[in-house]
Structures are given as C-alpha cells and as structure tokens.
C-alpha cells in the first residue's frame, strides 16, 4: 500500500482547489495510447440505492433484460473543451462519435421517463404545469410533483454524478474527474450541455430553467404544449438554448416548437433560419429548422433532425446537417442574431385550440 505524508496530500490539496484563471495550462488528455471509449455499466451496480418504480414504468429489469445500462463515450485523441454532454434519450452511439469529434464527453444515464405514456395524455389537467413538474422531479430526485414519487438516487442528477464517479475510476485516461465538483458531492454543473429529443429535449428544457447549465440542445422539441413552464424564470440564460426541428414534424405544424420557443424567448437571439437555404454560423440564430427531404413521412420527419438511422443523407451519402450538429453543440454561446418580434401565428395558448 502506498503511504503519501500529510505535507504532501495538503499541498495536492491546495494545488487542486486553485481557481481556473485565463493563464491556466489549456485541457489535455495524456493518455499512452489515445483512443475512443465506449463504456457501459449498470446504474444499480454503481449505486445500491437504486430501485425499480414500476408504477411509472421506470424498471432495471424486463423480460429478464437489463434496462438500467448506462453509456459514455470519450475520444483521447482528441482536444478536450472540458465539457459533458449528458443525453436524455436512448443510447444514440452516431451522435456520441459526432460530439467526441467536437472534444465533448458524453454520457447517457438511465432515468424515469416512461411515465409520458401514463400522465402526457389529452385532454390536458388544470394545472398548467402539471408535467413540467413531473419532469423536473425526474430530473432532479426532489419533490416537484404529487404524482410520481422519484427519490434523489433514481434522479437523473444523481445518476449522472454517480456514473460519472465511476467514469473517473474507470478510464482515467478520459479525465472524467474534471467534472466533479471540488467538494466530490456532485457534478460541475456549469460544464455540462444538457441535450434529448421529443421528450428528452423537452426534460432538457425544463431542467435548464432549474439548474444552470453551460448549453441545452433540444431536437425536436420542446413539447408539453398545453402548459407554460417553457416561460418561468431560467437559472440557464436563454442565449445558450438551441432548438433543431424538422418542418413536417407534428410538433412543428402543430405550432408546438414554435410556442416553446417563444416562451423561452429565443426571438431575443434571431429569427428562425431553415438550415437548408444557408451554412453556418446560420445568423447565429437559436431556432433552426429543415426541410430536408423525408417523403413526406411526418415520423421520419421527427427524428431526422438527429444523429441516426433517420437523418437525411445526400445523393453521395453523406449526412445533410453535419455542419449543423456541431453548431449546436460548439457554436459559442456570446454570439447571437439580431432580435425579432414574435410571431403572430404562433398561437401560446393551445388549450383552446384543444378545447374545439
């Protein structure tokens, strides 16, 4: 067993605890032999605490098949930017390889979310914040809502911080530890970009007005039409929100994303930009939208604007929205479009429209 004197782990101590400043050595990995990693483990090995809430379709095991398997993925070989993406949808290993490229980390954690089929049905509660609550409880582990009961172990901060815990024991070669807090009690949150799609993208939102976060990537989305959380105060200032949809995906011709937009206030950073008519930096817009042919297929439309099987290739196979990816994940954040009135078609109030 090594034995380290208390001089020595004080100073260690000290050196770690030092504040970033601009003259600091700029990140870098050293590993022997840089490579990608693709980890995978088990929330409930990492964390005994963890438990199954079959009530809300949250389960670790079904069919005898674990559901509780949790993925990240980091490249060595290339330039960290001290940054974690944390992925609130299914494992999605084309966007992993794509944000690694960018020098991202990124995991996928396993957290309550089916209960969307149990609560997100028509027509909507009183309460116009009825799932947002849900989601943020879902998120957190904290007592947002009297429908579900989600303790903070099985929260998705938790999750993250415990599997990133583990990351760091695991693939010290990815340098995982520099997002833990300096305490060791939780994640440095102002390093992370919080990204989903559909109902991930839209948890993605409503946890970024919570908690301060360094970006949010919302793929089609965010949803939750009937309800007006999108316009509660942010702890994430809003230039830092950015919003990808497809034209013929029924949130969009369902004025659903155009809302939620609204609502979170990214008329503020520019006007909505169909990426297809121009290239980047796309008038540093925070709204951008394709249409990108799909046959017609409103499903196909909806994961299209993602990395995967359902992204639109052109005629020499290559992905149409590549440059798009990265600016929604790179694009610095202090750059902005020049504001715009809201849209007078985009309806806000939906429960009306419900209502008919």
Known sequence: MRVFSLSVILSLASVCSLPTTAAEAPL????????????????????????????????????????DTENASVDTRVAPQ??????????????????????LHAIRVHYANG?????????????????????????TGEDFSDQVVI?????????????????????PQGKWDMFLSADGKGLKWD??????????????????????VD????FCGPRDQYETWQGLPSATPKNRFFGFSHVLDGGWTGGHYCRSWELLGLQQFGAIVNVDQGAAPF???????????V????KKAHSSVTPGGAAVKDASGKYLHEAVWKYLFTQPVDSVGQPVDSDPKCLKDLRKTAAK
């Open 28 to 67: 870098a990995f050293k590993d022997p032999s840089p490579r990608r990693y693709e980890l995978t483990a088990r929330a409930s090995l990492i964390d005994p605490r963890v438990k199954a809430h079959p009530e809300i379709e949250f389960l670790l095991e079904k069919d005898g098949k674990p559901q």
């Open 82 to 103: 001290g940054k974690l993406v944390i992925w609130l949808m299914g494992n999605s290993p084309a966007l992993f390889e794509r944000v690694n490229s960018y020098g």
């Open 115 to 139: 209960w969307f089929g149990k609560f997100g049905k028509e027509p909507p509660p009183a309460d116009d914040k009825f799932l947002g609550k849900i989601r943020l409880e879902a998120a």
């Open 151 to 171: 303790p903070k172990p099985d929260g998705m901060m938790e999750r993250a911080y415990q599997f990133v815990k583990w990351l760091a024991k695991e693939n």
């Open 191 to 212: 390093r992370v970009i919080i990204a989903g799609a559909s109902h991930g993208a839209t948890t993605a939102a409503r946890f970024a007005l919570h908690q301060k």
């Open 215 to 218: 970006r949010v990537v919302m």
């Open 283 to 293: 008038g540093n817009s925070r709204r951008l939208i394709t249409s990108a042919d």
């Open 295 to 298: 046959k017609k297929d409103a």
